[in-house]
């Protein structure tokens, strides 16, 4: 019985004294010292980088004590266990860290803990619990940080987005080409002239005056003229420019008779009517090229020999000379000849065009009356968004296969933040034109904002060859919190609140508030980014007059109740009495 007895008293004993390093340390515990860095917790790229430095005071730590420390996230519903460090005294196993018991010690740790929207109203706590051989004690929670600052997802919606061009001209030059042909040494013009009487060569003379007798009004009258090179040189610029004022008086004669008949049609004076038109003449001189070229295309037998003939005369009088004997001997010669003493009449007039208060009036009212281009212009002659969607929204029924339409009309869309309207009009233009940047660029800002970024990044990189993706991939590098590429990729890009974001998260508030004054249109999150600045950089009145803008939208409401950005602000009456 004794024995027993003394068994039992010596294992108390042995307990007392194994729980008393454990028992005194729990007792002190408030001695030991937590720095948090961040002091509240902040994500960035998606992750929430946090380190704890713990500050062990002298004869503190028991020699054989090991303390598992183990910090908890912890939030309404839900908590996030972080990784463990084992801290252990100067004779402990198993443990990362020891601390000497005489002059105490410190010990630092960290961790990556992957952000999710449910960790924004949290705490980071840590419950140390030590043991020394069988006996385990609980330090009771301490807490080491709030959290989350959640600035960096506040991403804005104001990627570039891509319009198709209307491809519409407002003026279009349409241009007719004639050409009268002159005999040996002259530039007396006759109808009844051998390549004049060509059916070929009537039927663009006739086509040429039809085109004028549209009565269109003209652009230009171009007059150029030539001579066949077997002549003297200067006779023949003289014998071109000559032929050049003949063309002249041939169309403005017709172009007078024209008139007169609509002054007389129209009972009005001729002067009324007239058509004044800028006409310009060239004499070209001999077309000695043209010759040659003709040469060489001919089915001539002795072309080679006749090429190398007049190739060989360094002197131009010579050169034109063995032309002249050439024609004498070779019929052929003379055939090519011939159609070289000529004169091209171009006349060139502007096509007829609706007005564009035509245009705009029938894209609302009889839109199918309108060409494609005439359509997707008439989108641009309105600042109102709807009747621009009208519009483009008609033209995908009026013209399914075009893919204009159905990109412009998700354009739309899209700059209202819709979507999910918006996407099956954007998912049809690609079809229509597979891989076309306009439509890439869009499908990328759509992948980015149901937050597949790295198939939004994939779309980019495709459409950048023929479109300025670099803003678009610059609000990327926010989502990856590299915001130092983020500003660089907005280069030459401002007043836009994703510039004023990378600012404010590189720490430059100054240069953040810049951008968000210069935002026209300011929306409640631009006031509440603007609000963000006030706070953290003291600026009360900044803070307090900008968010109460922005608690106009019930949701930025309800977020700054407990946003941390706000914390130093949470017991301020002014604050309280916006977010109530």
């Known amino acids: 019985m004794k024995s027993k007895f003394f068994s039992i008293s010596f294992l108390a004993i042995v307990l007392l004294f194994t729980s008393c390093d454990i028992q005194k340390m729990a007792k002190k515990y408030d001695t030991v010292k937590y720095e948090t860095t961040p002091q509240v917790l902040e994500t960035h790229g998606g992750k929430i980088n946090v380190s704890v430095k713990g500050n062990i005071p002298p004869k503190y730590f028991g020699k054989k004590v090991v303390v598992d420390f183990t910090p908890v996230l912890k939030w309404d519903g839900g908590s996030y266990t972080c990784k463990s460090i084992k801290i252990g005294g100067e004779k402990s196993e198993g443990s990362d860290v020891k601390i000497n018991k005489k002059g105490g010690g410190s010990f630092t740790w960290s961790d990556v803990i992957t952000y999710q929207p449910e960790m924004n109203s949290s705490e980071l706590v840590v419950n140390a619990k030590a043991t020394k051989g069988k006996k385990t004690v609980e330090f009771g929670e301490v807490k080491l940080a709030d959290g989350v600052i959640y600035t960096s997802t ?67 009258i171009e007059i150029n003229a030539w001579a066949s090179p077997e002549g003297e040189e200067q006779y023949n610029a003289n014998l071109s420019n000559d032929r050049a004022a003949a063309a002249k008086k041939y169309i403005e004669s017709y172009i007078e008779k024209l008139d007169k008949e609509i002054a007389k049609n129209q009972k009005k004076k001729y002067n009324e009517v007239k058509r004044e038109a800028p006409l310009t003449i060239n004499g070209k001189g001999e077309d000695f090229d043209g010759f040659m070229k003709a040469i060489e295309k001919s089915n001539l037998p002795e072309k080679q020999a006749i090429i190398n003939v007049i190739k060989s005369q360094p002197d131009k009088a010579k050169r034109e000379r063995e032309i002249k004997n050439m024609s004498v001997v070779y019929a052929e010669v003379e055939a090519i000849l011939e159609p070289l003493r000529r004169a091209e009449i171009v006349v060139s007039c502007y096509a007829p065009k609706r007005t564009d208060d035509d245009i705009a009036r029938l894209s609302l009212t009889a839109p199918d009356s309108l060409k494609a281009e005439e359509l997707l212009y008439a989108a641009t002659l309105t600042d109102d968004i709807n009747n621009k969607l009208k519009i483009y929204k008609a033209g995908t029924e009026i013209y399914p296969s075009d893919w204009k339409f159905w990109n412009n009309t998700g354009y739309i869309l899209l700059s209202q933040h819709n979507i999910s309207e918006a996407t099956p009009y954007i998912e049809k233009a690609n079809t229509l034109s597979p891989n076309n940047p306009v439509v890439l660029n869009n499908l990328g800002v759509i992948a980015a904002w149901n937050k597949q970024y790295d198939k939004a990044k994939e779309y980019y990189e495709q459409a950048k060859s023929e479109f300025d993706v670099n803003y678009n991939l610059g609000v990327l590098k926010i989502v990856e919190g590299d915001y130092a590429g983020a500003l660089k990729l907005f280069s030459g890009k401002s007043c836009r609140y994703n510039i004023a974001l990378a600012q404010l998260l590189s720490t430059d508030y100054t240069s953040a508030a810049r951008t968000l004054e210069c935002i026209p249109n300011k929306t409640p999150e631009v006031y509440y980014l603007m609000a963000i600045v006030g706070a953290r950089t003291g600026n009360t009145s900044m803070l307090i007059d900008n968010l109460k803008q922005a608690v106009k939208d019930p949701a930025l409401k309800s977020q700054a109740k407990t946003d941390r950005e706000f914390l130093k602000y949470y017991n301020n009456s002014d604050f309280q009495a916006i977010i109530k």
């Open 154 to 220: 506040r991403i804005g919606r104001d990627e570039d987005l891509a319009l198709a061009e209307h491809g519409y001209k407002k003026e279009v030059i349409v241009s007719k080409t004639a050409t009268l042909y002159f005999d040996y040494n002259s530039s007396k013009l006759y109808d009844n002239q051998k390549l004049n009487k060509l059916e070929e060569n009537k039927k663009l003379v006739q086509e040429l005056k039809d085109f004028i007798a549209l009565n269109w009004k003209i652009n230009n």
